[in-house]
């Protein structure tokens, strides 16, 4: 087995209590729980046996049937009441390993990648004479912001599903930066090297409710979006998947591979790290 097969840190022992997105049926009925006050037996009767045809039909007809407000509030209590499972993927060595033990998910620092890509495309035959290039190449696509800006800031995603099985390409070459630096400098030949460096490594992370709400809300404030009469991210996630699923006993979450981010602007602590698994993509 290898060493990075199964690596519990930290908060291991709440590993249960963590709400996980894609295990709608560990969660559903808790939801269902907090949502007593403002949804009556017979407004939850009326969902339960509607035939949405999609998952935003149910959604619509839950705020149709009791008011708006008062479900929002008590979805946004339930979610600050816990913990969220948020997901990174990467290409990681025992060394990345053990440093995200000891130091948690730093955020990305341009300069800081310079290890790993040389590392990985060092083995190609032309390497000698593209190297003076890596050092300009990872300031313009980190302080410079070429192609987006990621400098100092960590991404998790919502769905392990959609990390694994939808948008896995941060599992098959490493970080979006990494590849962005390494098609600039090698094109094609950049994105196989850095296929074939580290193995693929999911890690979960427990993220206090209130901290993934803020995570996840980064243009507007949680308070800015219902100022606007609008449902904040996450909790239109979690609704939309609870009411599809009081009509529809069998829909499984996982299936939607939703592509939610949560970003942060400092260290993901060790603490909040709950496991870290290596998987076949």
């Not at 004479?129 to 070429?146: C, S």
Request: overall charge negative; aromatic content about 8%; charged content about 20%.
């Amino acid at each position: 087995m290898s060493d990075l097969s199964r690596i519990v840190t930290g908060i291991a022992e709440t590993e249960n209590d963590v709400l996980d997105f894609d295990n709608n049926r560990t969660w559903g009925s808790a939801l269902t729980d907090a949502l007593r006050g403002p949804l009556t037996d017979v407004v939850l009767d009326k969902l339960i046996t509607a035939s949405p045809q999609y998952i935003e039909d149910a959604y619509e007809l839950l705020f149709s049937c009791a008011d708006r407000g008062e479900i929002v509030d008590a979805t946004l209590a339930w979610i600050r009441s816990t913990s969220i499972a948020g997901y990174h993927g990467g290409r990681l060595n025992q060394s990345d390993v053990e440093s995200i033990r000891t130091h948690g998910l730093l955020p990305l620092k341009a300069k800081a990648r310079r290890a790993r890509l040389t590392r990985a495309l060092s083995r190609h035959p032309r390497w000698e004479h593209i190297t003076q290039w890596l050092d300009t190449t990872l300031r313009y696509y980190g302080p410079g912001k070429k192609a987006g800006g990621r400098e100092g800031q960590v991404h998790l995603t919502l769905s392990r599903c959609g990390l694994v099985n939808g948008f896995n390409h941060y599992l098959t070459h490493g970080s979006e930066f990494d590849q962005r630096v390494a098609h600039a400098l090698l094109g094609a030949d950049g994105a196989e090297l850095l296929r074939t460096d580290g193995q693929a490594t999911v890690i979960q992370v427990a993220v206090p409710g209130d901290a993934a709400l803020n995570a996840v809300n980064r243009y507007l404030t949680v308070d800015e979006c219902l100022a606007r009469g609008e449902v904040p991210l996450l909790v239109d996630q979690f609704l939309k998947s609870w009411s599809y699923g009081l009509a529809c006993p069998d829909f499984d979450c996982g299936t939607l591979m939703v592509d939610c981010g949560l970003v942060f602007h400092s260290a993901i602590p060790p603490t909040w790290i709950v496991g870290i698994d290596t998987v076949s993509v």
